[in-house]
């Protein structure tokens, strides 16, 4: 059973470009959910996404956007990027929306540079 | 808002010593809480959880963790270290009316010889 798994693992990209980050849930799960952690920080959220529309999202810039799409897998996409975009990017899986507790598996991340 | 706050940063034990990771947290509402560990370029393993029931709550590798309502803190601790229990610790937080885990800054435990 293969848990969740991420691409790329390691990306570098200039300011100013786009980027595309990519996430397949664990087997049997249908929530993604996004996850950013600044190097020395803890993982911040980013957004989760269930039945294909983002369901909540926290404190992050429209630059930062999503897809779901309907075999569960997700997209994470950033505009413009900025030199604070920088970071290990996580993504976590699980079964069913928010307002019940559902454990979510974490993936092992993509690092992103910005130059 | 809810927020996790973990008292240090870096926590550096002789192998087989005890150790405390403190994690306190604050929200409006109840939360689940958890731990989590992150080794070397390495995602983030769920170490242990408390949703309900018993207030201690104990993970396969020795760690145990105890909810304090009153304190709103949920400190992880091992009586005896290993090497191999050298990682980055996350206390985090869902609370109840959300799927949104809040993190703390997280703790470094650096086991020595």
């Known amino acids: 059973d293969a848990g969740v798994t991420q691409s790329p693992t390691h990306l570098i990209k200039t300011r100013g470009q786009q980027v595309t980050l990519r996430c397949s849930p664990k087997?049997?799960?249908?929530?993604v959910s996004w996850y950013q952690q600044a190097l020395g920080q803890g993982p911040q959220f980013i957004f989760q996404?269930?039945?294909?529309?983002?369901?909540q999202r926290g404190n992050f810039p429209d630059r930062f956007s999503g897809h779901q799409f309907p075999n569960y897998s997700s997209e994470l996409n950033v505009n413009a990027l900025l030199l604070g975009d920088s970071a290990l990017y996580l993504c976590?899986?699980?079964?069913?929306?928010?307002?019940?507790?559902?454990?979510?598996?974490f993936g092992p991340g993509t690092r992103l540079t910005v130059l | 808002a809810q927020s996790v706050t973990q008292l240090d940063s870096q926590v550096p034990v002789f192998e087989e010593a005890p150790v405390e990771l403190r994690c306190n947290y604050s929200?409006?509402?109840?939360?689940?809480l958890f731990w989590y560990v992150q080794y070397p370029n390495q995602g983030l393993q769920l170490l242990l959880k408390?949703?309900?029931?018993?207030?201690l709550v104990e993970s396969i590798n020795g760690f145990e963790a105890e909810f304090n309502k009153s304190q709103t803190s949920f400190h992880l601790r091992k009586p005896s270290v290993h090497i191999s229990d050298t990682a980055e610790y996350f206390c985090?937080?869902?609370?109840?009316?959300?799927?949104?885990?809040?993190f703390g800054q997280g703790t470094t435990l650096q086991v020595k010889p």
């Open positions: 996404y269930y039945e294909e529309e983002e369901r």
């Open positions: 408390y949703l309900s029931g018993s207030t």
């Open positions: 985090a937080v869902i609370p109840s009316n959300t799927g949104k885990l809040i």
């Open positions: 087997s049997g799960h249908d929530t």
């Open positions: 976590a899986s699980s079964l069913g929306l928010a307002g019940s507790y559902n454990e979510q598996f």
């Open positions: 929200s409006s509402v109840s939360v689940y």
